[in-house]
């Protein structure tokens, strides 16, 4: 079992920044890639980024050159920041896991980002 929370949601100004990480606990031995997919309203969950244990990543169109990620591997953290905020970025941001043994992944509760004015 993997346990994902998030932190650093909340409301932002369109043009702000957007500092997100998440810190997985329980069989962290297990992980091998974390990640972020988001879920506007009425829309269905998609990828932002996801980060594998040698650093490669994948990003969405949506958010390349306005975002950057690491990953520390020995804490199981991962750091999301997305600069240049507009409006669609509004959405549930979810922290997401891939392990060894599930690889289903796992799936933090979720932190709602707001951008407007």
């Known amino acids: 079992q993997v346990q994902l929370v998030e932190s650093g949601g909340g409301w932002v100004q369109p043009g702000g920044p957007l500092r997100l990480s998440c810190a997985a606990s329980?069989?962290?031995?297990?992980?091998?890639?974390m990640g972020w997919y988001r879920q506007a309203l009425g829309k269905q969950r998609q990828l932002v980024v996801n980060?594998?244990?040698?650093?490669?990543?994948t990003y969405a169109d949506s958010v390349k050159g306005r975002l950057a990620i690491s990953r520390d591997n020995a804490k199981k953290t991962v750091y999301l920041h997305l600069n240049s905020l507009r409006p669609e970025d509004t959405a549930v941001y979810y922290c997401h896991a891939e392990a060894r043994d599930y690889l289903d992944g796992y799936w933090g509760q979720g932190t709602q980002v707001t951008v407007s004015s």
């Open positions: 980060i594998t244990s040698d650093g490669s990543t």
């Open positions: 329980g069989s962290i031995s297990s992980i091998i890639t």
